[in-house]
């Protein structure tokens, strides 16, 4: 595996690591959910290159100075935009999942110049759509005020989230929890600048699951913000396997 990393962002180290067959022409790199892990799952690891793990998740400490206002996937965007535009010479493609697909839209709309295309799978909520889901993360990240207080909160999700977040929960400390979740609070997701969006989007459709975080009228919304992007089309994930690296021995 090959590490590329930035340890000057404002809030702690982001890296991207690469798969030692990766397609020499275009990279595509893979942006986990919130509270996911940054290596991607099963079903679309074949479809990148290599995967983004920011402050936080895996193993990138989240530094005690940084405050959780800070965390936004706006902010995340930004310093994405940064790294790939000082790291690669070829086009770079993002496949984002959730959270990740919202940071993927806003890495291009920062820096369109870099940005080959998007892979945007499992729309969250945002922009008009998210106001009942901010004042949830609020409300936990408010919660959190001490590690029995997390604990606490952990107990009360069990079963009611996936094995992978709940793993990830449970391996956090209480203050980078409450981080993360004012975080996601902040991420507003207006996108006010999204008509400077000119990046090829592709909606993954394969094994979406809709629910209240991912509703059907988040990826409408979207498509009906994205007037000047060229392209815009739903795609299976059979239409993508041919155009990435492959993957040896990677651990989840």
Known sequence: MELIEIDNSPFGKVSLTLCPHRNTDTLRLYIGEFLGTPTPPEELRDLVDGFVTFPGYGEN???SKVLGE????????TELSVLIAESFSQPVGLLGNSMGAMVAVCTAIERSSVID?????????FGYLRTDMRGKYAHVAESITDEEAFRTFIQKVQGKVDDTVMSVLQSLDWQDAQKLYLGAAMSDLDLDNIDSLVTPAYFLKDRIELDSVHPVEAQNYLLSLMTKVRTKKTVQLSDLQETAGTWVQLDR
């Open 61 to 63: 400490p989240l530094p």
């Open 70 to 77: 800070s965390l936004t996937w706006q902010n995340y965007g």
């Open 117 to 125: 295309h998007l892979v945007l799978y499992r729309i969250p909520t």
